[in-house]
């Protein structure tokens, strides 16, 4: 008999997750994003005097997937375009075992004297509720949602209400997919494929865009290519392949436990051009990322 559909659990994830990472390029696409504009970025934030006395200091809060690294490199850009200054850095994560290998990374660090960190395993809308409860309404220099969004029940209110987290000159970076993306194409078209146990939002750059020009906010998108190779994805009884549909489709042993005729549509159309093309052989699907910048 074979086992019914069912969504990844929290660890389930975060081995799928790393089964995405190790064949992507998303963090050296993050990684040209912090070279090329992040220091741009983060010297508009003002709130530093020139004069940076002893007490100056900066507040950032993290709220994304598990990125450590990428939030520890902000961090350093952060300290070298502010030398002297104190970086106040709070992470918001729900998943208890990307909270403790972040804790594991900064316990690694030896360059981070002057940053303290607080973390609250929480969800984006259990620290929203949390703060609303305590009525402390902490402000931010610089927030970064990255990649998160689409596990966020109310995107519209939650970007309002962390972009009213931010001090003045503060900025707001949210890292999405972009719409030129396989995944743009492969949810527009293919959504049906896709099985019903994947609970997380359809949404790509020009949604997120779009919240934005409503709520009538400045903003600023920067789009970087990024691919992830799904190779083994074809090829039959293949473990790795197995874990990257796994986290494409949301779903435990999805090749597995989806009908065929599902999961021969959905790996069809993942070799359509508009997600996916071929090099030297391997499957490359396209996993584009924007990086909208938003004004305080």
């Not at 070279?35 to 003002?46: D, F, L, R």
């Not at 007490?55 to 709220?63: R, T």
């Not at 940053?115 to 402390?136: A, P």
């Not at 042993?253 to 599902?262: D, E, H, Q, V």
């Amino acid at each position: 008999m074979i086992p019914s559909m069912r969504s990844l659990t929290a660890e389930e994830y975060v081995e799928a997750f790393k089964s995405f990472l190790d064949h992507s390029t998303e963090h050296q696409c993050m990684d040209e994003f912090n070279k090329e504009q992040m220091p741009n970025i983060v010297a508009g934030i003002t709130r530093l005097c020139h004069c940076m006395s002893h007490k100056a200091e900066h507040a950032s809060l993290l709220l994304g997937d598990f990125l450590a690294g990428q939030d520890l490199k902000m961090i350093r850009i952060l300290q070298a375009v502010h030398p002297g200054v104190s970086i106040d850095n709070e992470i918001v994560e729900p998943n208890p075992q990307h909270v403790a290998a972040y804790k594991e990374l900064v316990n690694q660090a030896a360059d981070l004297q002057n940053v303290s960190f607080i973390w609250h395993q929480l969800t984006s809308l259990e620290y929203e509720q949390q703060v609303k409860e305590k009525g402390t309404h902490k402000k931010f220099d610089f927030i970064h949602m990255i990649q998160m969004l689409y596990r966020v029940e109310d995107i519209p209110n939650t970007i309002k209400f962390f972009h009213s987290c931010l001090d003045h000159h503060g900025k707001l970076l949210i890292i999405i997919l972009s719409d030129s993306s396989g995944w743009a194409s492969l949810w527009k078209k293919h959504r049906d494929c896709l099985p019903a146990t994947d609970s997380g939002h359809y949404i790509t750059c020009s949604g997120i865009t779009e919240v934005l020009q409503r709520l009538g906010v400045e903003h600023r998108v920067y789009e970087f290519p990024s691919g992830w190779d799904i190779t083994e994805c074809f090829i039959e009884g293949d473990a790795v392949g197995g874990r990257m549909m796994d986290f494409l489709t949301g779903t435990k042993n999805f090749l597995g436990t989806a009908p065929p005729a599902l999961r021969r549509r959905l790996q069809e159309a993942l070799c359509q051009p508009e997600c996916s093309s071929t090099r030297d052989g391997r499957v490359i699907f396209s996993n584009n990322l924007s990086m909208i910048v938003v004004e305080s």
